[in-house]
């Protein structure tokens, strides 16, 4: 079975954890026998495979004139751009920045327009969209082929922030209800979809994500400080908590000198965490690494004793599967979905943070704690494989096509 | 009295540990107040309404009628007796005016419901003697038969409970079973000191305690006709029943409108006008047979020096325990009252079983959230109260005088 996806992150290309999660899940469909072709706004290096190929949709031909069809097509769906501003294009190519930048929007739209004349051009037996930004990509390559289409809810415009984006909560509706079925990453993500996009019920599938589990080289890192080091690891925004995390580490440092807390990542709110670690008098035991690409993340979770994940709201959240595979003993948040999974890793209200200062310094102290937490988690994650995911999917594509 | 006579024992247990607060790791050095004294004095209270009041009402009222024809006993551990002395008085009063009676037969155990038994005989015997104590004051008795914490037995431990003047031990007839040897008899083995041995009738004393309200159970609805032919159909050799249970099984673990009160209401009655089975307490019963001979030990657990996989199902618990039984020295010749009473306190079995899945999924008067949060908790006072033995020590070794 041949597969068309839509996502705005593959690598090379990543700016947080869907590419992984995309690239994941693509390696178990292969493993279990898939053809995919994976769209993605711009990339300069266009894979290709024998069961894989990676678009780049700046590089796709549009046509000069556009019939009658897909016009009345393209207007319905993506009203927001006017018609001439694609009947009459000069250009015979859209280049996209791919990235999450004010016009964003317009090129979610672009993405769709590129999207329907891919659908004609490859050939392909289900569509398969990730998030949001590849929804109207979905809608119309459905509309064109006529083929089943699934949406894969990584997310959710109520994860991503406090004040919901109109647009976002209507294109995501639009997917939800175009797609045949919709796939949720926990079932605290299928709650939402069900509730507050009023999804039917029996077509919310929750599949979770996997992790690969394939040792990395060991990077050449030798831990130069004798501290214990407690790590947050990911966008710092404020679905992520990073404020909690912080609260906590003062907590922690009131009692404990020989600990240093290091909040890995960047994001809108990393200049006001800044401050609030400075203000609180943290510096010399608190630090800021910005953005880790590729390798640094792996030497980042080598180096940590502690691993924390104080999100607020989390649909899966990945990092903490690989922080366990890097036998870290992990913290996470009653409120991320990826608890769901993991029966055996220490867990705490968000909100918490006298909660989380204790569980950080239970670990710190009583070290069986850190082992049997080590231990049980690492049995956990021995089922979490992308080829499990992709078995999961698998039965959903059927279910369809 | 006939040779086909049945003694029947009765045993209610009854314990409440000291349930820790919420103690913070910045506790630590700060509050020495280690209890949530507002939970457990709710949970007594509560327990007390449901299940010990009407049970020792029932009871009382059965004596009244029947006279000596009632004869039961009662494992009250000494937290659960402090708890009533500090919470809930009128409960203990009423355990008084069972005892005032003369047809209940007090227990000895470990004050705490402490696991001692497996690693100390020093703490242990401590344990045992608080216990005695307690008993003594309250009830006017001294406890001559013995229930130890998870039916620890070893050859060492039976030479303590003998030398604590013990004449008796109850244990679980598993190893009876397992060799196939009549579970219905008084047993001694010649290995250790002359003391006897009852079994715990499992079966009969799970049926009650377990089964009796598990509507999907094949002996459901558990009558008092249907127990007592139970009993009436033991062959003629079967002499000796030893059920013990939960107070709470009265009430709490089935309640009120299981109509657990009336099954116990009419047993009791059935059994008092019965002719050849007679209501016994553990001593009476003892009395009644010579004890038999046995090659095999009483009971599976050999004992050992490190309390392991026997007792403790994980690392956590065999940690925290570890931890725990390391400060024994530390605690040496200290002479402060109440370092001596929460370090009876930390060593309830309770603490540890809150550190296993089984704890966190069968128990509902468990506090927390997960075995870790037991543990977590549990760590920091034990870190806080190891804190405060160091410092005693510390006074003690510099008020000496330097000559």
Known sequence: MKVLMFGWEYPPEISGGLATACHGLVQGLINVGYDVKFVIPNTTKELKTPQFQLISASHIKLPKKWSAKYVTLLNQAIYQIRPNSFQNMKMDTYTFSGTYQENLLEEVYWLAVVASQIALEVEFDIIHAHDWLTYLAGILAKEVSGKPMVVHVHATEFDRSKNINKQVFQIEQLGMQAADKVMTVSNLTRKTVIHNYHIPSQKVITVYNGVIQKEQPSPLYKKLLKDKIVTFLGRITYQKGPEYFIEAAEKVLKKNKNVRFVMAGSGDLMNEMILKAASKGLATKFHFTGFLKGNAVQRMLKMTDIFVMPSVSEPFGITPLEAIYNHVPVIISKQSGVSEVLPHVLKVDYWDTDNLADVIHGLLNYKILGEMVKGSSSRDLKTLTWEHTAIGVSHIYKSIA | ?403
Request: glycine content about 4%.
């Open chain 2, 1 to 403: 009295m006939k040779t086909t006579t049945k003694h029947i024992s009765f045993l209610f247990e009854v314990h409440q540990p000291f349930r820790l607060k919420k103690y913070h790791f910045f506790d630590i050095g700060n509050d020495n107040n280690y209890y949530d004294h507002e939970n457990n004095a709710r949970l007594l209270l509560s327990i007390a309404e449901e299940s010990y009041l009407p049970t020792v009402q029932i009871l009382m009222d059965l004596i009244n009628t029947y006279g000596n024809s009632i004869k039961i006993s009662f494992a009250i551990s000494g937290t659960a007796l402090d708890q009533m002395q500090r919470y809930a008085p009128h409960v203990l009063e009423s355990f008084q005016r069972l005892a005032a009676t003369g047809n209940v037969e007090f227990i000895g155990q470990t004050n705490s419901r402490s696991l001692f038994s497996a690693t100390s005989m020093n703490s242990f015997s401590m344990e045992v003697g608080l216990h005695k104590k307690a008993i003594e004051k309250h009830f006017r008795q001294i406890p001559s038969t013995f229930l130890n914490t998870g039916f620890i037995l070893s050859e060492q431990l039976c030479n303590t409970i003998f030398e604590l003047g013990f004449k008796a031990i109850i244990t679980t007839d598993e190893a009876a079973v397992v060799h196939g040897k009549n579970q219905y008899a008084i047993y001694k083995n010649n290995s250790v000191k002359p003391l006897k041995f009852l079994l715990r009738n499992s079966s009969l004393s799970n049926d009650i305690s377990f089964r009796f309200s598990q509507k999907d159970w094949s002996e459901w609805p558990l009558t008092a006709d249907k127990y007592i032919s139970w009993l009436k159909g033991l062959q003629p050799k079967e002499k000796i029943v030893t059920i013990t249970m939960d107070c709470t099984s009265f009430g709490s673990t089935h309640k009120s409108n299981t109509g657990i009160f009336s099954f116990l209401k009419f047993l009791m009655h059935y059994l008092a006008e019965d002719k050849e089975m007679i209501l016994s307490t553990p001593q009476e019963a003892l009395e009644s047979h010579q004890p038999r001979s046995q090659s095999f030990f009483p009971n599976s657990y050999k004992g050992s020096k490190s309390v392991g996989n026997e007792v403790f199902e994980n690392e956590l618990q065999m940690e925290a325990f570890k931890s725990l039984y390391h400060l024994e020295n530390k605690l040496g010749k200290l002479n402060n009252q109440q370092l001596h009473k929460d370090w009876s306190y930390l060593q309830s079995a309770d603490h540890f079983y809150y550190m296993s899945d089984n704890g966190f999924f069968d128990n509902y008067f468990n506090p927390y959230n997960s075995p870790y949060d037991a543990f977590l908790n549990y760590m920091n006072v034990l870190t806080d109260f190891s804190l405060r033995l160091e410092n005693a020590n510390k006074a003690v070794a510099t008020s000496i005088p330097l000559l």
